[in-house]
């Protein structure tokens, strides 16, 4: 994490990027909707990429919870692994 930057801002950090893209997900794959036009995986990368964008600098961007302790395994060290991979 980023100097300056405790776990619990770290989660929060994590928190609304992981909820902005499941959102994201939510709303363009929904088949009810008739209303959504163009392409879904472009805009769930766009989704992805403004994520990154905006936590990496200070979590390292988790966003996939499963990435973060996968990268926590193979390094064997999980302080802290639940808020985003080291930096």
Known sequence: MAGGINSGQGLGIEIIATL???LC???TTDRRRTDV???APL???LS???GHLLA???TGCG???ARSFGSA???NDFTHHWVGPKT
Do not use: C, F, R
């Open 25 to 27: 997900v939510l709303a």
């Open 43 to 45: 805009a769930i990368g």
């Open 63 to 65: 966003i996939n919870p």
């Open 20 to 22: 902005q893209l499941v």
């Open 48 to 50: 992805v990429a403004l």
């Open 37 to 39: 036009t163009g392409s």
């Open 56 to 58: 990496i600098d200070y």
């Open 73 to 75: 395994l193979v390094a």
